[in-house]
């Protein structure tokens, strides 16, 4: 007689096979590489969309997906990291969009601590460039697995080969080519998969809109002359020679270690290669590991729930005005109201609320794996970093914040509106969109807004505008960076120091000291030693 399986047996196998199928990825570039274009183009094929840059809902109404703020829309960039789940052959694909500039680079750090694997996207005529590289660090500390998208062969760019060997030379990465593009520039037809031994040939669509058909052809076929052309044809039957002679075979093992990125190439604007990318990354990416804790590594099914915030972003539902905490599930079942321990705080709360997102879109969560990315109420309990565990007591690795460069004083243009004013100014400080900061001996204590990027600053004013009705002005400030002394208050007090530094107290009432420029923090961090001067983390500059 067999016995059926127990409730808690098909709990406990229905885990395991939803965590499997997770894939939980970033899109990193430089800005203008087209890494939202192609966010847009992987959503068309895996059938989120009807059309790219819309978002089929109930009432097949259309939306931006990923860039889903007025600003953003305005100014043709991403400004704030956007979560975007759906289903594709058999996996569920928790992508996560961030920022390509370099002015929102501290809330891209934070999307990266989520993701289990990411999207590298270079522009196939500028290569690797400055914003990209030190993102692909942040991923290399981590450990973080990179799959490689060059984007634009449909516009002139490098030889494929000198792109490679940039890949090695300046990321000190192995790179190999898992497609081969068919001609470049107005002459771009598609790819030939190296491992599939097929000739991709894809055909342009009104826009790009659509996704493009393809006509799959064998390298050895005769026919191959008139499909692409006999110059092409031959040209690609040499270069597949000479990468089948020379090249190496890709090996998932190193790639999972972060030794060596797989390479694709394509364009995004036409459709080109994308729908080969997106099946290749459902291949190669990893579904949710082991994650580091104080209580060492969690495993993700044998754990109960774990999670992290990672991401707090207000105002996302304009007729509700609520704040909305993201959070990475790392291990075990996460269940609809469920109670959780916050270790910062020392207390339960309960998880209300949960939605899935697709990007300001949400559908109500009963349940959820790890890998997967849920937004949840917060009623002002929840700070990035916070951990969230169902069982024993645990924090995962700290999620960094980033020395400040630029400084403004805020100011607000009508009295009246004096508690809407500190109201938006305090949700986007706990949004991480800046910091904050206080002249302990000013009369009016007005904020100085602390940030990476000048660019902060005008997010800023246009939510204050747009979010809470608030008009600002914005006085900029001649300081370069800032740094706090973790010495006590008497050693503060009795240490002489140029005029020129300013003495200020963060949200926390921490004293910050801010500096006019790299010469006078270098000269007090050599000079001063007994102030004890701490960053924040200062991987921005690295």
Request: net charge negative; with cysteine; proline share 6%.
């Amino acid at each position: 007689m067999i016995t059926p399986p127990t409730e808690q047996t098909l709990a406990d196998q229905q885990l395991v096979s939803e965590t499997a199928r997770r894939r939980t990825f970033a899109i990193i570039s430089h800005p203008d590489a087209g890494k939202t274009t192609l966010t847009e183009k992987l959503l068309l094929y895996a059938g989120a969309i009807d059309l790219a840059g819309s978002v089929r809902t109930r009432k097949h109404q259309r939306h931006a997906t990923s860039d889903w703020m007025a600003m953003e829309r305005e100014r043709g960039i991403s400004i704030t990291s956007t979560v975007l789940a759906v289903d594709y052959a058999g996996c569920r694909i928790n992508l996560l969009d961030t920022p390509g500039h370099q002015d929102f680079s501290e809330d891209t750090y934070r999307t990266l601590m989520a993701v289990d694997s990411a999207v590298m996207v270079l522009d196939a005529a500028k290569g690797i460039e400055a914003q990209t590289r030190k993102l692909f660090e942040v991923c290399r500390r981590r450990g973080v697995p990179i799959l490689t998208f060059i984007n634009k062969l449909d516009q002139p760019g490098r030889e494929p080969l000198d792109l490679l060997d940039e890949i090695e030379q300046v990321l000190q990465i192995g790179a190999t080519p898992l497609n081969w593009p068919i001609g470049s520039g107005g002459d771009f037809q598609g790819v030939y998969n190296l491992s599939r031994r097929q000739v991709l040939r894809f055909t342009r669509t009104a826009h790009g809109a659509q996704r493009a058909p393809v006509q799959v052809a064998d390298l050895a076929d005769p026919s191959l002359d008139t499909l692409i052309g006999r110059a092409a044809a031959q040209r690609l039957r040499d270069e597949v020679a000479l990468l089948e002679g020379a090249g190496a075979a890709f090996d998932e093992a190193t790639f999972l270690r972060g030794e060596v990125t797989p390479v694709c190439f394509g364009s995004a604007l036409n459709n080109f290669g994308v729908e080969p990318f997106l099946q290749t990354l459902v291949e190669l990416a990893p579904p949710p590991g082991m994650r580091m804790s104080d209580r060492g590594l969690i495993d993700p099914i044998a754990e109960p729930f774990s999670g992290f915030v990672f991401k707090i972003q207000a105002n996302m539902d304009p007729q509700h005005r609520d704040r909305t905490a993201f959070i990475r599930i790392c291990s075990g079942r996460f269940t609809k109201d469920m109670q959780v321990q916050n270790p910062r705080l020392g207390r339960s709360i309960r998880l209300t609320r949960p939605s899935r997102m697709f990007a300001r879109e949400r559908e109500t969560v009963i349940e959820a794996f790890p890998g997967d990315v849920i937004g949840v109420t917060n009623p002002g309990v929840f700070a990035i970093g916070d951990t969230l565990c169902a069982g024993s007591p645990l924090t995962f690795t700290a999620i960094p914040r980033f020395a400040p460069e630029c400084f403004a004083v805020l100011q607000n243009r009508s009295l009246a509106k004096h508690k809407q004013f500190h109201k938006g100014l305090e949700q986007l400080v706990e949004e991480g969109v800046v910091q904050l900061l206080y002249d302990p001996d000013g009369l009016r204590r007005e904020p100085t807004l602390a940030a990476v990027g000048a660019l902060q600053f005008d997010v800023v004013q246009a939510r204050m505008a747009a979010e809470y009705n608030v008009e600002t002005t914005l006085e900029p400030l001649a300081y370069t960076a800032a740094r706090w002394p973790t010495c006590t208050p008497e050693v503060l007090s009795e240490t002489r120091l140029f005029s020129t530094i300013r003495q200020m107290r963060d949200h926390n009432g921490d004293p910050v000291l801010l500096f006019a420029n790299e010469w006078e923090l270098a000269y007090v961090e050599r000079e001063r030693p007994q102030l004890l001067l701490r960053g924040p983390d200062r991987i921005a500059d690295e």
